[in-house]
C-alpha cells in the first residue's frame, strides 16, 4: 500500500501528505545497522549506507507500478553530489524531468546545484538531513531529519509540491503519526521503487555495483534487463556517485530509442493519489492510509495490495500481513 500525508496522515499508494507513507512493520526486515549518509562519490568501495538496502522493504510505500507499459519516472538519492549539476542539465536537454532526493547534510557548499535541480525543471524531495533510519529514532529526531532538510527544499521550491523517501525504504505508522503531527504532514511518501533496489545476476543497484567492482556498461545492462522485466515503474539511483551520471548517459538514449517514457514523479499514479489526497482531514491514531484506495480506512479493515496483490490488515495504525480468509477483517477491498 502507499503512503502519503494528508492532512496530519501519512498514506502508502494514497495521496500523502504524510499520511500514506506509513509502512507496514511487519514486512520490515531491519537487516543492516544505520550508518551516516554516503560519503561524496564513493565509487571504489560498497557504500555501507546502502548495504541491505534491498530488504527493507515497506509494504505501505509508494510504487510505480500502475504506470503505462515501456514508461519510467528517475529518482536519484543521497545528493547533491559533486556532479549532480551535470546531471540535472544533461536530463533537461532529453526532457526528462527526475526526481532528485537529497540528504540537507550535503547541502551547505553545493546550494548552486540544489537552485539548478529546481531550475532545470526537476523535483526537489526530501530523504532526510543524515540518512539515518527513521524508524529507529525517537520522535524528535524523526521530526529534526525531515525538518531540517525541509529548509532547504523550501527555500528553493516554496510551492511545493514535497515528496519524502524514507532512508533504507524503513516506514511504519509510528514514524507516520509523528510526522503528521507537525507541519511536515506537507509530505507525501514515503516513495518506494521498483528498478534499482538489488545487484543480483539479472538486476541492478548502482551502489553496489561500484562498491563490487561491477562496470558501468554491465550495471546499465541489469539496470536495463530489469526495466524490460518490470516493464515500468520508478527507478531508484544516487547521484552522489560519479560512475551513475556516466551509467545514465549510456542507457538513456538506448531507452529512448526503443520507445521508452521518461514522466515526472507527480504523474506516477500512487504519487497523484497522495498529493490530491492532502486535503483531507485527519484520521484517528488506529487507522491506516492506503495507496491501493488512496484514502485511509478504520481499524481491521483488510485490503489487498497493488503493489505486490497480497492481503494486508489495518491494526493500530498499522498495516499487518493478512490473507483472503482472515476472519478478522470487518471489511475487505479485493483488487
Known sequence: ????????????????????????????????????????????????????????VAERQLFGNELPDKTLSLTFDDGPGPRTGELADWLATKGIKATFFINGK????????????????????????????????????????????????????????????????????????????????????????????????????????????????RCGELYMNEMRAKRRGIVLMHDIHGKTIDMVKEIVPKLLAQGWKFVPLTSVPSVKRALDGRALPAQPDDSCESATLGRSVAEDVCVQARSDSKWYRCLDGDWIGSTATDTKCARRYPL
Open 1 to 56: 500500500m502507499d503512503v502519503h500525508v494528508r492532512r496530519g496522515v501519512l498514506q502508502r499508494g494514497t495521496p500523502m501528505p504524510f499520511a500514506r507513507l506509513s509502512a507496514l512493520a511487519a514486512s520490515l526486515v531491519l537487516a543492516s545497522t544505520v550508518v551516516a549518509g554516503c560519503a561524496a562519490d564513493v565509487d571504489e568501495e560498497e557504500d555501507p549506507v546502502h548495504a541491505g538496502e534491498e530488504e527493507l
Open 106 to 217: 550535503n547541502v551547505p557548499g553545493r546550494q548552486a546545484l540544489v537552485d539548478k535541480i529546481v531550475a532545470r525543471g526537476h523535483l526537489l524531495a526530501n530523504h532526510t538531513q543524515h540518512h539515518l533510519q527513521l524508524t529507529s529514532l525517537s520522535s524528535a529526531k524523526v521530526i529534526d531529519e525531515v525538518e531540517d532538510t525541509d529548509a532547504f527544499i523550501v527555500d528553493a521550491q516554496p510551492r511545493g509540491p514535497f515528496v519524502l523517501r524514507a532512508p533504507f525504504g524503513a516506514w511504519n505508522g509510528t514514524v507516520t503519526r509523528t510526522i503528521n503531527r507537525t507541519p511536515m504532514k506537507k509530505y507525501v511518501g514515503s516513495v518506494f521503487w521498483d528498478v534499482g533496489g538489488e545487484l543480483t545476476t539479472t538486476t541492478a543497484a548502482d551502489w553496489a555495483c561500484w562498491g563490487k567492482g561491477v562496470s558501468i556498461a
